[in-house]
């Protein structure tokens, strides 16, 4: 069956420093999109990519969809303590309506 | 506050019994997801529900069940719980059926004990 996977699944940085989580995926997704989980919380969207070598930037985030749509990556510059959180990726098969959500990889950010 | 509300918020049972969960999406939304989140597993997507209609199928067991009736709500229906199921279990709402965010509920935290 379709496999979605994250890594890393947990990360620790400084204050200010980068991060960047990525996302992979065993075959062609129609569709990616990222969701921010705070802890205790529900998961929040972020973002959609749909097309091959997409790039999307959110302030300090950069989303980008890989050109053979089976890969995708998070990063934040300079991350800050409101960046704490689980984030997922969730991705979309050709077929079907079911959405794949990845592992997650969980941000812990030192102050 | 994302709009989708579930109830209740917490759920303490014991093994063998049957709960409902109850999930209401935006207004407006018309696509009821349902995940299943523990500590080791994830989000695992357990079903989809568009206007009514059951449209996507995921790792859902046989023990469990769902449904959207006509005013566009949806319940969960667990039964013969094992411990194992103890999670907490997300419903999410879209406008479409393909597509579109998904906006989460704040979630049910099952404890089977």
């Known amino acids: 069956g379709q496999q979605v996977m994250q890594i890393p699944q947990y990360q620790h940085v400084q204050e200010g420093e980068d991060f960047t989580t990525y996302c992979n995926s065993s075959?062609?997704?129609?569709?990616i999109q990222w969701y921010k989980q705070r802890p205790g919380g529900h998961p929040v969207f972020l973002i959609q990519?749909?097309?091959?070598?997409e790039v999307k930037k959110q302030k300090r985030l950069t989303f980008q969809f890989g050109e053979a749509k089976k890969n995708s990556s998070l990063h934040i510059t300079a991350t800050q303590t409101t960046d704490v959180g689980t984030y997922f990726c969730?991705?979309?098969?050709?077929?079907?309506?079911?959405?794949?959500f990845g592992t997650g990889t969980s941000l812990t950010v030192i102050p | 506050d994302s709009g989708v509300t579930q109830t209740p918020k917490h759920l303490i049972t014991a093994t063998g019994q049957r709960v409902t969960l109850r999930c209401s999406p935006r207004?407006?939304?018309?696509?009821v997801y349902w995940y299943q989140q523990s500590l080791d597993q994830g989000l695992q997507f357990l079903i989809q529900?568009?206007?009514?209609?059951?449209?996507a199928k995921g790792n859902i067991l046989e023990r469990f069940s769902a449904q959207q009736f006509p005013d566009l709500h949806s319940e969960l229906n667990l039964s013969s719980l094992e411990l194992g199921d103890s999670a907490l279990y997300f419903c999410?709402?879209?406008?479409?059926?393909?597509?579109?965010?998904?906006?989460f509920g704040p979630g049910t935290r099952l404890t089977v004990t």
């Open positions: 990519l749909v097309k091959s070598g």
């Open positions: 075959t062609t997704l129609s569709n």
């Open positions: 999410a709402s879209s406008v479409e059926v393909r597509g579109y965010e998904q906006y």
């Open positions: 207004s407006g939304d018309l696509s």
């Open positions: 969730a991705g979309r098969g050709d077929t079907g309506n079911q959405f794949y």
């Open positions: 529900y568009y206007n009514g209609e059951e449209r």
